[in-house]
């Protein structure tokens, strides 16, 4: 005999539909694109406090910049690259509905001559417009993503930014600041370096450079050395050599009060292999502070595993291999030329300059401490 089935037990089940999420409304959104020479990088953000909340994210190494070195211009198949990196970020731009964005294009379309060809054709292509900024904006705007980093104690601050093809720093003098207003008077440089804050107390930029030596650019001008140890100190060297014109002396400062903050790639990777992380961890990284002699033991540990070992190694991943050594023979020659023993490590840039910056001038973020 057959077994009985049980009641209702052919019955097909009801379809049960998940609710849609909540996406964020799209007035209140805004983006930032940073096309550099070696990655192109966005966010899709709304603001939050005096703060912003990140909704959507892209990063891609592109490479834009490989080849200019030699060539002067942008090679069709890095073009091809970031062409498909952008047409990415394009389809997140449609799906948010954002209409409030900065995209900007730095030192590689600066540099080559034809930059503005391949915007143009960005712009065909895409629908998207970037700007190439100049190195002032690009100094400006590493500045103003760090400011929840500085510390109420900094009375000088120098804020480095070591990208693919150029590296900006920014001395600024917060000593006639009151402590608790010093981050809020660093976002205030989005409006320029040389402002009247009317009856705020103003953040003075002592001096700023932006040195066309980045992780990629500094690589390609001793690619011919072939000893690795060699090679290293070469570039340090010469990047130390390029810093000849940057007005502030070190002599000069006071060890006190002195704070450096280093954005980029470079940075956040030293500070990752020294917490030993096998998988990023921005909230680990962003904000943590590196001794001199922690920093000098990472990079002693990259030298000793050689270009076979670095690249094996997850801690510095594929993407950042082959650019590790140039940007950390700038990093090392950085915290060699000034007082302070002691790095601040930011997982920012760029995107969110240009985000605060966005957010500061449409008033939409809070006044309230950092």
Not at 120 to 146: K, M, N
Not at 336 to 355: K, M, Q
Request: proline share 5%; aromatic share 6%; glycine share 8%.
């Amino acid at each position: 005999m057959a077994p009985r089935r049980p009641e209702r037990a052919g019955a097909f089940p009801k379809a049960v539909e998940s609710p849609a999420p909540n996406l964020p409304d799209p007035a209140t959104l805004y983006a930032a694109l940073d096309l550099g020479t070696n990655s192109c990088r966005m966010l899709i953000a709304q603001p939050k406090g005096s703060q912003f909340h990140v909704i959507d994210s892209f990063s891609k190494t592109v490479q834009l910049g490989h080849g200019l070195e030699s060539s002067g211009r942008l090679s069709r198949s890095s073009m091809q690259r970031t062409l498909a990196a952008i047409r990415i970020c394009q389809q997140k731009l449609v799906r948010h509905k954002v209409t409030r964005m900065r995209l900007v294009a730095t030192e590689a379309c600066r540099r080559a001559k034809n930059g503005m060809a391949f915007l143009a054709q960005v712009r065909r292509e895409t629908g998207l417009t970037l700007d190439i900024i100049q190195p002032e904006e690009e100094a400006r705007l590493a500045v103003i993503s760090c400011a929840p980093l500085v510390s109420t104690r900094t009375e000088q601050l120098l804020v480095v930014d070591i990208g693919g093809g150029s590296t900006e720093l920014v001395w600024i003098d917060l000593s006639n600041v009151p402590p608790r207003e010093r981050p809020r008077a660093i976002m205030r440089l989005h409006a320029g370096f040389r402002q009247d804050a009317g009856p705020f107390a103003a953040a003075r930029v002592v001096d700023w450079i932006s040195v066309p030596l980045g992780v990629a650019t500094l690589r390609d001008q001793f690619v011919d050395v072939e000893d690795d140890a060699a090679r290293f100190a070469l570039m340090s060297w010469f990047f130390e050599e390029n810093l000849s014109a940057f007005a502030p002396s070190a002599a000069a400062q006071r060890r006190e009060g002195f704070q450096i903050v280093g954005t980029s790639g470079t940075v956040t990777t030293v500070a990752a292999s020294h917490l030993g992380l096998k998988r990023y961890d921005r909230t680990k990284v962003d904000g943590l502070r590196m001794t001199s002699d922690q920093i000098d033991a990472v990079i002693r540990d990259y030298l000793a595993l050689g270009p076979e070992g670095r690249r094996n190694d997850p801690r510095i991943g594929r993407d950042r291999q082959a650019l590790i050594m140039s940007g950390a023979a700038i990093l090392q020659a950085l915290m060699r030329l000034w007082p302070t023993d002691r790095l601040s490590v930011a997982d920012r840039g760029l995107r969110e300059g240009l985000l605060y910056a966005q957010m500061s001038a449409d008033g939409v973020l809070e006044d309230v401490p950092y």
